[in-house]
């Protein structure tokens, strides 16, 4: 049941721009304030400096020493941080963000910058909101913005820009620059000549390209092209077996005769066993070297990957945090009603199971390789909540053998490098953008302590407890109680 993982992550489905729900949060200034005896944590080698002073001024922080060192500037919001713990802002490195209203939820769960997947067709909600959060008219994370997915004939989602050939390719690419896109996304069906025509291009223009390893290209290639990050550990497997080739080929020709979902699904099927049966240490180690090598992150997406292969079990969908989810969303959640999972059987969903397994193995033998990872959720799918689901992401990076250390770097310094931003961004350090978390308890000790919150400073402006617990109240949304679910 390979299609299963194939298919995660096509994200988002309709174009909602601005929908306005509910109350909209109170957005307060930029301000001054110094958090003090504070243990700041240092997510580059791990250290915890205890006892210090963290002051923040007009979305800078402007010092970070022990209390004696710090200056208390006069008018300073003072925060008794004792016994609590500081960390970078967190990035969702893989959402969709189709709704304005969920940025809130976004601070309100520490994570303070997003990665766009896929940005508006017409190249307009998102980089208006970006203008509103970064003025203060709205509640929301930084944003790093995709372009429109760009994908081959017969595209696997409506909307998509369609590329034929390497001139399309050219111009998908000045499309999304024209657009304002900060990276370009690619997909599943690009045509081979379009992807190495958007490849080149891309370095000619200085613009990174980014998604999915398109199905008639191989993860060695999209790395060596300098494809930025590959999502979902797309073309992995497949770049493991020693019949790569034929794999490759057969879905070439498969895909020459008819472009398309259903293709897709049929061939992914026929080739899963052969897949497994292939696996080859010795090509793994060889393709991970040169993930290295080329620096190609990893966006693995565990959220995702794994609920969709739990969407059949009624105490995985029986989630408490779907009261924040827009009601016609959570209706969209039910597999009865996906395209990509409605006629899945629960052989089929078992199977599933069974493979999702193997994805911590990947994940783990990628992260000894010493190649780069980014945390992300593919939110938007079903079960992958906004916010929420990056401290999931985090769990699960666990689960597959990081260390908290590691799983916290996916998700503050490796995205500042991942975009080069180290100077203004990934660490507590003075000079760098004020996006911060304070903790009740230590992530290192364990993972699950980053969703124990007790304030977010998002771009310079403080969200206290009781300001997010605001969010988080105006966020749940009716009938929730309706929703199919056992008595709790
Ligand atoms: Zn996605």
Redesign the pocket.
Known sequence: MRSLSLFA???AFVWIGCFALGAEPVVPPRGTMVFQHVTVIDVVNGSLLADRSVAVAGGRITAVGPASAVDTPAGATVIDSTGQYMIPGLWDM?V?FVFRSYGALFVANGVTGVRV??GNPLGVYHSTWRTQFSQGKAVGPRMMIGSNIVDGPNPIWPGSLVVHNAAEGREAVAAAKRAGADFVKVYELIPTDAYRAIAAECKAQGIPFAGHVPQRITALEASDAGQRSI?HLGGIRTGCSTREDDLIEERQKALDKSSGVGTLRAVAERQADVIRDTYSEAKAQALFARFKKNGTWQCP?LT?LRAIAWLDDPAFINDPRLKYVLPFVRASWDPKRDFRFKSLTPAAFAQAKKNFEQNYVLVAALNKAGVGLLAGT?EM?PYCFPGFGLHDELGLLVKAGLTPLEALRTATINPARYFGKVESQGTVEAGKDADLVLLDANPLDDIHNTTKIRAVVADGRLFDRTALDRILADSEQPSAATRKSGSQ
Do not use: Y
Request: aromatic fraction near 16%.
């Open positions: 992550g096509f994200g893989h969709h997947m896929w999502e997406t995702v593919d799918n």
